[in-house]
């Protein structure tokens, strides 16, 4: 059912009325000259109501990554309609409000929100995707007494979001598109938030994989963007950001892949601007780098171990958001690296297992103690089979690239009353048919937090994903869903798994094995340094 918010400053909106909330869909935040310059944050929108009861355009990107992303998760969702995806008219986001027992928004109520930034590797995604729908958790906030409001958001992808070169930056087009994109959403949330009942100053911002990645990465800038900060799935060390002449490589790559070697730069650049939306993502080859870079703006410096882990400042990875964040949360689940076999590592096999091993052993040339170690603590070696390999390998990216970091960003931050730090660790279960079936893989802890699954789980699960749920909105609302950590001693909440009597707990003591993880990785990392570990993987995944 359709209903009209008057906004104090942009006038009336129409949204739709929904299970004890208010949606405003597509509201456009940021305007584009064209489709690789800056955005700046809308303000006018023209006489009339403002339609808010449809999403806006998504950004450009493949074809078909809602049901690629429905295959992760290993279970599928109602499609709503959604318009054609736009190079100029994608930046809009979602604003799902509680409403009164009447049905009417509380326009003075000062609510804390959550803005959601999705995943998919900086190259797919969307914030209408079903399972991020806010509507179930906000009405949750509702019915446990600590109304929020709910926002999802685009930012560009792949060519439009990621793709720099010095000629582009010469002419005035910026690195990082995307991470820019997501501050200006924040910026016009910061003008705006306010008219549909929100504190400008209670902003949680939160993210899984790619969008957790993003969200921990604003803790870099000076200007606090945000009053809290939540990560799941990857974190600013989930990968690094590339160097400037590996994004060279990716910009020779994308004007090889239009016939452009020949041309002047202008000419190229005038390509890329006007070529079909639709060329931008099939005409690019597999692997070309558009990801994040330093920049010197956005991503300021190549994070570390060591620059994360330390209560220090580190000049070669600040991260002023220590002084100004009042709260950062981060999540990993046991399994969040099985996203990685679809993305890359299924192409190394047959022979993964033999494979792995060179790699390691190359790698860890100068600590061949440590490379014996390694292989012997998952049981790899030249002659282990494919599927047992695998995943042995993805157990291994799971611990280095996701676990281990969460607990080197516990032991760097303030843990002061001003600046709290929270971890958990999920570890249910997928409950559906296909490849990772029981095992607590990627995606899958947002599908639950999110609760749109909720038909499809077991009432245990459904229990599990309540409690989630529940210490979601009340991080959001500035309160302690746990204790946080405090001192050396790394306490944290564990969700699941039902099948083994637990539905959430907290474990003071934040021993591997009383959270349900292995301390193989650590003790690999105590004898060579934790970057050394992840660098293991990660040569590994890029062919090296």
């Not at 549909?196 to 957790?212: H, K, L, M, W, Y």
Request: aromatic share 10%; charged share 20%.
């Amino acid at each position: 059912m359709a209903t009209t918010l008057e906004h104090s400053r942009l006038g009336q909106i129409k949204g739709n009325a929904v299970d004890g909330t208010v949606q405003f869909l597509g509201l456009k935040y940021g305007s584009l000259e064209n489709r690789l310059a800056p955005a700046h944050v809308v303000s006018t929108y023209g006489p009339g109501p403002i339609d808010g009861t449809n999403y806006g355009p998504p950004p450009v990107s493949p074809a078909a990554a809602l049901e690629r992303e429905f295959d992760f998760i290993q279970h599928s969702l109602p499609v709503p309609d959604v318009p054609a995806q736009s190079d100029l008219e994608s930046l809009n986001l979602n604003i799902t409000v509680p409403t009164s027992k009447d049905g009417s928004i509380d326009t003075n109520a000062k609510l804390p929100s959550y803005v959601f930034i999705h995943g998919g590797g900086f190259q797919n995604g969307s914030s209408w995707y079903p399972h991020y729908n806010p509507v179930p958790i906000v009405k949750i906030s509702t019915e446990i007494g600590k109304p929020m409001i709910g926002i999802t958001i685009n930012y560009r992808l792949g060519v439009t979001g990621f793709l720099t070169s010095e000629e582009l930056r010469k002419a005035g087009y910026k690195a990082n598109n995307g991470f820019h994109d997501q501050r200006i959403a924040l910026k016009w949330l910061k003008q705006f938030i306010s008219g549909f009942g929100g504190d400008p100053d209670e902003i949680t911002v939160c993210g899984e994989s790619a969008g957790g990645l993003s969200a921990s990465m604003m803790l870099v800038s000076e200007e606090p963007l945000m009053k809290r900060c939540l990560s799941t799935g990857g974190a600013v060390l989930l990968f690094k950001p590339i160097p400037k002449f590996v994004a060279e490589v990716g910009y020779q790559k994308v004007i090889d892949a239009f016939g452009l070697a020949d041309k002047s730069p202008q000419e190229r650049i005038q390509t890329l601007l006007t070529v079909p939306m639709d060329e931008l993502w099939q005409k690019i080859p597999p692997g070309t780098p558009l990801l994040p870079v330093t920049d010197d703006e956005t991503v300021i410096g190549d994070p570390t171990f060591t620059s994360v882990s330390s209560k220090e400042d580190d000049p070669s990875f600040l991260i002023p958001g220590r002084k100004w964040c009042a709260a950062f949360m981060i999540g990993e689940s046991k399994l969040d690296a099985n996203i990685l076999a679809w993305l890359g590592l299924d192409m190394q096999n047959p022979g993964i297992g033999a494979k792995f091993a060179t790699s390691v052993k190359k790698t860890l040339s100068s600590h061949p103690e440590a490379a014996s170690k390694l292989l012997s603590s998952y049981n790899i070696s030249e002659s282990t089979n494919d599927d047992e390999a695998m995943l042995a390998i993805l157990r291994f990216a799971s611990e280095s690239s996701f676990y281990a970091p969460a607990l080197a960003f516990a032991k760097g931050w303030p843990n002061t009353k001003e600046h709290k730090f929270f971890l958990y660790h999920f570890n249910e279960g997928n409950p559906w048919e296909g490849r990772f079936k029981g095992e607590a893989g990627h995606i899958l802890d947002v599908s639950m937090l999110f609760q749109n699954f909720n038909e499809f789980l077991s009432d245990d699960q459904k229990k599990l994903a309540r409690q989630y749920a529940e210490d979601f909105v009340t991080f959001v609302n500035g309160e302690d869903p746990w204790p946080p950590v405090q001192g050396d001693t790394i306490g944290a909440r564990v969700y699941g798994p039902t099948n083994e009597g637990v539905t959430a707990k907290y474990v003071a003591s934040g021993k591997p094995e009383e959270v349900g993880r292995n301390d193989r990785v650590l003790k690999l990392g105590e004898m060579v340094g934790f970057d050394a570990i992840l660098e293991v993987f990660q040569n590994f995944f890029q062919g090296r």
